[in-house]
């Protein structure tokens, strides 16, 4: 604890910083004001440093809320992320960390065996985009199909895909580890074509997308995946489970006690 708090705010100014709804900059003022005294800064400064707070609050807060409404599964970042494990080619890897890929509205198709990194990848993307100031939108293949066939009991397909659109980036994870049928085909099929040009789209598949339709109706999959990959960057993975070398290494688990 600081042994001298700095002096509370006259009510006045509080009331007023409440009435402006400026909640960072009111929670700052006390020790900006206190140091600007201190250290006689030009009122300048003060004003600016004091907006500055609150601009950072408000960015903070809007990712913390656009994180939440993501929906990403598990929290697995770039932090976590061995890039010498991953079977992607590290310039791969570093030029779509840059995400001049999502600025472009272009779309990435992460294809290969079980446990080699898929989703880890595209989720540490997906929280990177956040970070830099833009939104995600996360589904499986089943939670899209769910989410437009409950939009379908209402007529409201159209309004759900517009609203999943807004997102910068939208990923679909997990495509093809069971067959999928008409109504699966259709909700990734609409989302295709409503993000295409537009939006980045990230699928996950065991599949190379042009399988696609090997597990979905064929004219259906046949438009979105030609779609897809228009504007595509295709990235395959390859090797054994790292779940299961992990597995396997005794690190799969924390010993009982
Ligand atoms: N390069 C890596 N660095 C760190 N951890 C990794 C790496 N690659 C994979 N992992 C870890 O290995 C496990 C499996 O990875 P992940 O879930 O991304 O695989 P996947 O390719 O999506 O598999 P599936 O096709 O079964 O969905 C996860 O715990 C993930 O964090
Ligand atoms: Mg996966």
Redesign the pocket.
């Known amino acids: 604890m600081n042994p001298h708090p700095a002096p509370a705010l006259p009510d006045e100014l509080t009331a007023v910083l409440k009435r402006m709804r400026l909640p960072y900059l009111r929670a700052a003022a006390p020790e900006v004001l206190a140091t600007a005294k201190a250290q006689r800064w030009d009122p300048t400064e003060v004003l600016k440093v004091l907006l500055d707070e609150e601009v950072r609050g408000r960015d903070e807060a809007t990712k913390a809320m656009r994180r939440k409404s993501a929906g990403l599964p598990?929290g697995?970042t770039f932090s976590?992320?061995?890039?010498?494990?991953?079977s992607i080619p590290a310039p791969t890897q570093a030029a779509l960390a840059t995400l001049e890929w999502v600025h472009r509205a272009e779309n990435l198709a992460?294809s290969?065996?079980?446990?080699?990194?898929?989703?880890?990848?595209v989720?540490a993307v997906a929280h990177a985009v956040i970070d830099a100031g833009m939104r995600v939108s996360w589904f499986t293949l089943e939670s899209l199909t769910a989410a437009v066939g409950r939009a379908a009991v209402d007529g409201s397909i159209a309004k759900t895909i517009t609203k999943i659109t807004r997102a910068e980036l939208i990923v679909v994870?997990?495509i093809g580890?069971l067959p999928s049928g008409q109504a699966a085909a259709e909700a990734f099929y609409r989302l295709v074509d409503a993000a295409y040009e537009r939006r980045s789209l990230a699928v996950?598949?065991?599949l190379h997308p042009s399988g696609f339709d090997t597990i979905m109706p064929k004219t259906l999959a046949t438009a979105a995946v030609d779609r897809l990959l228009h504007h595509a960057h295709v990235v395959l993975?390859e090797g054994t489970?790292?779940?299961l070398s992990?597995a396997t290494a005794g690190r799969g688990v924390v010993p009982l006690t």
């Open positions: 598990a697995k976590s992320w061995r890039e010498e494990d991953s992460v290969g065996p079980s446990g080699t990194g898929k989703t880890h990848f989720e994870d997990d580890m996950t598949s065991n993975t489970s790292l779940r992990e």
